[in-house]
């Protein structure tokens, strides 16, 4: 156990009064739960949560070549999104492992923020410096001077026009630069919940009065506390990767089922050789999506096998509070298997029946009349 | 089911009711609140012989599992399948209708080792204190 100490959000005075259980997250000291993640993860599905996002990282990229670096470290093609756009894409090291996933918004031709996971934060960007080298583009990480609030859920529309309208007219992944408490903010509408939602970027001098303004005027609307408890399960049912166990440098974006965020069209990237002699070979191994048919909860790290063969370990797994059921997703050897495979998860030493079902494990309906 | 204060109980939480040799097993209100919202419950097989202080039966959270513990020796004699059924009865009300299993005690003096309830409100205030529950 480290007995290094713990980093704190702007929040954790909030955090602490509003009931929260405190636990290490990747050396942050943040919220698993505030009242119980069943309450939390549900809130979110039907009505609204709010999320201390803060130890995620944020990197500036300015200066004329500024696509032309995106385009060479992002699997995605950067070229896609104008002012005001996002895109979810995977940097690659030249193996075509996944270095990290990312939030890619465009502001100007020549001014591009990334938001880049908490864990790999640091790394991140000195790979990114690295890889900048040689570019007119300059790098600045802002990932101290940010705080990050996720509002998600079919609520969070309402409560996030009362004081930032403007945001409303956001589409999906579109990105918003606006002034909040008289600091220069920005505004995404994103999120890791599989919900509609939106990521308040904000100085971290103004973060609890942000934090404190949504959740007083999101109460009555239904909106609550969320821990990274229900972070966890709200994502994996929507089937979104958690870099660190979903992937990383030792697995690619096609094998974690992401292949449709590598673009090998717009040209060269870090990576491209590797994962098109990849895609050219063929998959040795695939993320799929698991799900009990017995009850049980699966756990990261659960055996898979397939007719007494071991077929690979579930990475991420969990008790779905939408379905009810135990999920996970892993890679199994087996890239062929279509949904409806039967295959078994060893729980407590018991081999417990399965299936293998598309991904996302659940899809919004609210989500999908948000404009794209 | 049980009144708190009448029970027994282990130093991972569990209480156990001796009544007429046949003890009634479960998590008490302070290990429900930690553990937190309860989705799965594995209970022992009946007519299983189990060992005081034997894993015998898993709790299960969003977040994690737990192994609950066998208070006394003897013979699983009864099951409570509603918390199967419903595991959030453990949460709602872990001394009555969200107990566990019952076991005939085969060495009913075992109950000595146990805390009376006194004494678990007292271990649950150092358990605190220090950190260790």
């Known amino acids: 156990m480290s007995t290094a100490v713990l980093r704190r959000t702007s929040l954790y005075d909030s955090h602490k009064q509003l009931g929260g259980r405190l636990v290490d997250f990747h050396g942050w000291e943040l919220p698993v739960q505030y009242e119980g993640i069943l309450k939390e993860h549900n809130a979110v599905r039907t009505q609204c949560g709010l999320f201390d996002v803060s130890h995620m990282g944020q990197v500036w990229v300015r200066g004329p070549q500024a696509l032309a670096f995106l385009q060479k470290t992002n699997t995605n093609d950067i070229s896609r999104i104008g002012p005001g756009r996002a895109i979810y894409s995977h940097l690659t090291n030249e193996q075509g492992g996944v270095v990290d996933d990312v939030i890619v918004s465009c502001f100007a031709p020549d001014r591009y923020f990334i938001v880049v996971n908490a864990a790999t934060a640091e790394g991140d960007f000195a790979w990114l410096a690295k890889q900048a080298e040689g570019f007119d583009a300059a790098l600045e990480n802002k ?230 | 089911m049980s009144k708190p204060e009448a029970c027994r109980y282990l130093k991972s939480h569990e209480w156990a009711e001796l009544e007429g040799g046949v003890a009634a097993v479960g998590v008490s209100e302070h290990a429900q609140h930690e553990i937190s919202d309860v989705v799965f419950v594995e209970l022992p097989k009946l007519g299983r012989q189990v060992k005081q202080g034997e894993a015998c039966c898993i709790i299960e959270s969003v977040k994690a599992a737990f192994d609950i513990y066998a208070p006394l020796s003897g013979e699983v004699v009864a099951v409570n399948d509603a918390v199967v059924k419903d595991p959030a009865v453990v949460n709602r009300s872990p001394h009555e209708e969200g107990w566990l299993f019952k076991i005939k005690a085969s060495k009913p003096a075992e109950a000595d080792a146990l805390m009376d309830y006194p004494g678990y409100q007292a271990f649950l205030k150092t358990a605190v204190a220090d950190g260790s529950h």
Request: net charge neutral; hydrophobic share 40%; aromatic share 8%.
């Open chain 1, 143 to 372: 990932s101290d001077y940010y705080g990050m609030i996720a509002i998600q859920g079919p609520k969070a529309a309402g409560i996030v026009a009362i004081d930032t309208p403007a945001a409303l007219a956001l589409p999906r992944f579109g990105a918003l630069e606006l002034s909040i408490f008289d600091q220069p903010s920005i505004i995404t509408r994103t999120g890791y919940t599989g919900e509609d939602g939106f990521e308040f970027i904000v100085p971290s001098e103004i973060l609890s009065r942000v934090w404190d303004n949504l959740l007083t005027k999101g109460r009555s609307l239904g909106a609550v506390p969320c821990g990274l408890g229900a972070r966890d399960t709200l994502r994996l049912e929507a089937g979104y990767l958690l870099y660190g166990q979903d992937i990383d440098t030792e697995h690619t974006s096609a094998e974690a089922g992401y292949g449709w965020v590598v673009k090998f069209a717009k040209g060269d990237f870090i990576g491209r050789a590797a994962l098109l002699a990849q895609k050219e070979a063929g998959l040795k191994r695939r993320m799929m999506g698991v799900r009990l048919l017995e009850r049980g909860v699966p756990r990261p790290g659960a055996p898979v096998s397939i007719e007494g063969r071991p077929a690979g370990t579930l990475c991420s797994a969990t008790f779905s509070p939408t379905l009810q059921a135990g999920i996970g997703m892993g890679y199994l050897d087996r890239p062929d298997l279509k949904p409806g495979a039967r295959l078994s998860v060893l729980i407590h030493n018991k081999e417990v029946p399965a299936e293998v079902v598309a991904m996302p494990f659940y899809v919004s309906e609210g989500l999908k009349n948000v404009k794209a």
